[in-house]
RNA sequence: AGAGAGGUGGCAGAGUGGUCGAAUGCGACGGUUUCGAAAACCGUUAUACCGGCAACGGUAUCGGGGGUUCGAAUCCCCCCUUCUCUACCA
């Protein structure tokens, strides 16, 4: 007999899975876009070199169609019940006992029926929203062809680079000449990828660090200090979780993610909100530490300042209307330039190809500046647009004419990471007598010279 | 960290097993009235999904998840969170 069922109920200590706390799918991309504009999906699928395009849309949309009858099923059956639950109610009331026994044996019938198709209907919604986990974001028509970081295009080139004096060394070499970051006492406290900050370079990186927040509250920019450690929820909301999970530093007993940028605490202050039209378009900037486990990377190119397990970045994130949300993400790249500008460092602007940009980005712009003594451009920013990619999954709408609420597209970028932009000012700006420092930063490092 | 009390709609705040998606008040919006405004009066005022061209109908949601029951805002379990007291600390 089903009769049962209540004491096989499983043991709650364990803690429910996300699909469980979050019964509705949060998608990425939308069923309703993937059915009404399968060709538009399949054509940017294609673009990202994303290999099984046809086959996981086939699918969802096939998942879709039984998700929607088997709702409706759920949703008439459930109706009865409600219906036969009042009648009983009813009859109870009025003493007839034997009346309410013969409803509630169709009742109990019903109940196993629903059961078993809300059950399926949970299965189905798991399982679209496992294949729409996969999907990246499909790119904007903008968005060159291409595979690999050969075919992204440069936009422009800014600045000449510099010649350097004989002498010149790369900045690895430079901070251990004047001493001011020191990779072996972070190995001695934490480990590999951890850097000390001292006396003038401590003062450097806070000297960058308001320069930064300062240009962008010109801009326009709030300023935001938000947490450094983040929930789960916040982790699959930005969409680091699932697929980036090994990337985060992780702590297990609170299980808490300590944050690999900004945009993670900042953009998810917005989810689960309908945010008034008054209030767009958010604009907020927020300094934070950024951790990395950066698994799997070796080589030469990370040597130094390269690449760090934990670093200093200001992240500036917007959050407008659909039809903004382009001239956001232009105005945010020329707030970019122009920091790289008043920092006299030699840049250019890529647009990432489909092969390279990130798997929840529309269109990305990466900035690189021109390290002078590795010879070599080193990305120090990178600004893209998600769309609604990120908003669906962050249920972050607002309320559109009509009284319609419809989703909001979110974008971000660095203004700026510091460590690339100190090598380049190190390597780039040094003499025979020192590292001389742009004008800009003399009055907030309160000197102009290393050394 | 220990003890106790809470978490209800935009806000305040009722509701302790049925007719409760939820009284009442405030706010907001629309209307009547007015030369105009205030006041008064009338009405509207959550989100998501399913069906429908639409009107509209259905389902779910009272911090989150699970359970008991024909039926749960209400009873039970777990988790999150707020307040008060104690402990501790910056």
Redesign the pocket.
């Known amino acids: 007999m089903l009769g049962h069922?209540?004491?096989t109920?499983?043991s709650?200590?364990r803690?429910?899975t996300f699909a469980?706390?979050?019964?509705?799918p949060r998608t990425m991309l939308q069923?309703?876009v993937l059915r009404e504009q399968t060709d538009r999906v399949l054509a940017g699928l294609a673009k990202k070199h994303y290999p099984t395009g046809p086959e996981d849309v086939a699918a969802v949309l096939d998942l879709?169609q039984r998700?929607?009858?088997l709702?409706?099923r759920?949703?008439?059956a459930?109706?009865e019940?409600?219906?036969?639950?009042?009648?009983?109610?009813?009859l109870?009331?009025s003493g007839d006992k034997a009346g309410?026994e013969a409803?509630?044996i169709r009742?109990?019938e019903?109940?196993q029926h629903t059961k078993a198709t809300a059950d399926e209907l949970t299965q189905v919604e798991i399982g679209i929203q496992q294949l729409l986990y996969k999907l990246p974001n499909l790119p904007h028509a903008s968005v060159p062809a291409g595979r690999t970081a050969a075919d992204n295009e440069v936009v422009r080139e800014h600045g000449a680079k510099p010649d350097l004096y004989a002498g010149a060394q790369p900045h690895w070499e430079l901070i251990k000449k004047y001493d001011i970051i020191d990779f072996e006492l972070g190995i001695k406290v934490t480990g590999a990828g951890f850097p000390v900050y001292k006396g003038q370079g401590a003062r450097l990186q806070r000297a960058l660090i308001n320069f930064f927040l300062d240009e962008a509250r010109a801009a326009g920019y709030t300023e935001i200090q938000p947490p450094i450690l983040v929930n789960e929820a916040s982790g699959y909301g930005t969409g680091q979780l699932p697929d980036k999970e090994g990337q985060m530093y992780h702590d297990a007993a609170d299980n808490l993610y300590l944050i690999p940028t900004a945009e993670v605490p900042v953009t998810n202050l917005y989810r689960d909100e309908?945010i008034a039209v008054e209030k767009l378009p958010i604009r907020n900037a927020a300094y934070t530490p950024c951790f990395r486990r950066e698994a799997g990377s070796w080589g030469a190119d990370v040597r130094g300042l390269n690449r760090l397990h934990q670093f200093d970045k200001i992240e500036i994130v917007q959050i407008t209307q659909p039809e903004h949300s382009y001239a956001a993400l232009d105005q945010m790249v020329a707030h970019i330039e122009s920091l790289l500008q008043k920092l006299g460092l030699p840049y250019r602007v890529l647009r990432l190809c489909g092969g390279d940009m990130g798997f929840t980005s529309a269109l990305t712009y990466d900035l690189e500046v021109w390290s002078a003594a590795q010879g070599r451009w080193l990305e120090v920013s990178s600004a893209s647009n998600f769309e609604t990619y990120q908003a669906n999954r962050l249920?972050c709408?607002y309320?559109a004419e009509g009284?319609?609420?419809q989703l909001l597209h979110t974008l971000n970028g660095s203004a700026l990471a510091l460590p690339r932009i100190v090598a380049a000012l190190l390597e780039n700006n040094q003499t025979a007598d020192g590292i001389e420092l742009p004008e800009v930063l003399h009055s907030y490092c309160g000197f102009g010279r290393i050394g």
Request: hydrophobic share 30%.
């Open positions: 069922c209540g004491q109920a499983k709650t200590t803690r429910p469980t706390r979050f019964h509705n069923v309703s879709d998700r929607r009858a709702q409706t759920h949703d008439d459930q109706a019940a409600n219906d036969l639950a009042r009648q009983i109610g009813a109870m009331k309410a409803l509630k009742t109990t019903l109940k309908i249920k709408r309320r009284g319609k609420t």
